[in-house]
């Protein structure tokens, strides 16, 4: 399938594009290169051999997007492109609803003109709120505590509504967990700008020297060791997984919703003593408040993309650790040189 892939230069995308090209598609990238730059297309095509075909743009303008689909006779779209800061969107909320939503509507609207008929979309477990209980089902009640995430429940709603509405449209909702890792030949990878927020790129800056130790926000949770426990997902299981959810889609109409997590939950410190012991080094860390707006625990219940994508995560914790420190250790500024 000739695949569109919205944002496909960032994290996620970039991993999902080797993906698609090793199962035998051809994606197409559309990026404006806010959280990116175009090195990480460079480097997907290093991995695979591959000439990639992308486009510099916004996927809110309309004009620009509508010509981009007059070039190219698309099967399917997979939306990546969007703001992903929990505390930016409640500084900056209205940049968060445009830039979020409206590339949602210009695309299905693309779509719709030009009769590509298949939507992915990643989506992510903060639509489930504050759990009421663990492990997340899909039909669990949802709700969200901060603009980005509402953005995201927003989002699936609009989904929902144009496929119910549309007879020849078929969408998946991939809900995330949390991606970590890097491709394994340490050439891709999450390249966070200034000072991470997220554990992981945190704990790889730590063991790198950029940042001296790591807050590990509270220990008083009711958690087997008080830290905040979560599903963590190698990014390239997470990459894979949108390779079913395109045959799902291209096979199927109407809308399904998939959790894509491993089912395991691991604390804080968990991941820390992974860290140190996968990749023999220390992590200094001082026990720290709890982080406003954090939840105890959060994992998936991931038995329904099992059952029905035929997708289930393979790698393991001991994988996310050494991946993630090989992408940190080897490009120690991300995709900037050295
Ligand atoms: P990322 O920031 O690395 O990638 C997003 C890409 O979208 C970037 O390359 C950015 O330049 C691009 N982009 C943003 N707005 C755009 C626009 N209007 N037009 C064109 N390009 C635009 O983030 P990621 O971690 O790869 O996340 C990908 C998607 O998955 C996002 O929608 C994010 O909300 C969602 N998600 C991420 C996580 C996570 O932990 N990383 C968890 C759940 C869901
Ligand atoms: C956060 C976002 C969530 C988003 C996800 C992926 C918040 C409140 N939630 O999830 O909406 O989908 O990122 O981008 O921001 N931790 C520390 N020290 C740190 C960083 C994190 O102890 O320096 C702890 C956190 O308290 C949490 C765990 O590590 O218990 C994971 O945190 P993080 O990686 O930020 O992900 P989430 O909070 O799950």
């Known amino acids: 399938m000739k695949v569109l892939l919205t944002g ?14 090793l199962a035998g598609h051809t994606p197409v990238i559309a990026d404006n290169f806010d959280n990116s730059c175009p090195e990480a297309i460079r480097r997907v095509e290093e991995i695979t051999g ?4 992308s486009y510099e743009l916004d996927v809110c303008d309309s004009e620009a997007v509508e010509r981009m689909f007059s070039e190219n006779d698309f099967d399917a779209v997979i939306h990546f492109a969007g703001l992903k800061a929990v505390g930016e969107s409640c500084a900056i909320p209205l940049r968060y609803y445009r830039n979020n939503i409206d590339s949602t509507l ?3 609207e693309a779509m719709k003109k030009h009769g590509v008929a298949n939507f992915v979309f990643s989506s992510s477990a903060t639509v489930y709120g ?18 980005y995430g509402w953005t995201k429940l927003m989002n699936e709603q609009i989904l929902t509504d144009a496929a119910s509405a549309d007879a020849g449209l078929s ?11 890097a491709h394994e030949s340490g050439r891709i990878g999450e390249n966070p700008n200034g000072i991470p927020n997220n554990l992981m790129p945190y704990i790889t800056q730590v063991a790198a020297g950029k940042l001296s130790r790591l807050g590990v926000f509270g220990n008083d949770y009711p958690t087997p060791d008080g830290t905040g426990v979560r599903d963590y997902i190698h990014v390239v299981d997470l990459a894979k997984a949108h390779v079913k959810a395109l045959d799902y889609a291209a096979s199927h ?20 003593n992974a860290f140190m012991r996968v990749n023999d080094l220390e992590i200094p860390y001082d026990i720290k408040p709890r982080r406003p707006g954090d939840i105890a625990e959060c994992y998936a219940d991931p038995s329904k993309a099992e059952k029905i994508l035929g997708w289930k995560a393979e790698k393991t ?19 900037d040189p050295d």
């Open 8 to 21: 496909g230069a960032g994290y996620i995308g970039s991993h999902t594009c080797v993906e698609l090209i």
């Open 50 to 53: 591959v000439n990639v075909k």
């Open 106 to 108: 210009t695309l299905l």
């Open 130 to 147: 504050v759990p009421e209980r663990v492990p997340l089902v899909e039909g669990m009640p949802t709700g969200c505590t901060n603009p």
């Open 171 to 181: 969408v998946v909702l991939l809900r995330y967990f949390n991606p970590i890792g």
């Open 253 to 272: 109409k109407g809308t399904e919703v998939f959790n894509i997590g491993t089912g395991t939950g691991y604390s804080v410190l968990d991941i820390v």
């Open 317 to 335: 914790l001991e994988d996310m650790c050494r991946d993630s420190w090989n992408w940190q250790s080897h490009n120690k500024n991300g995709y």
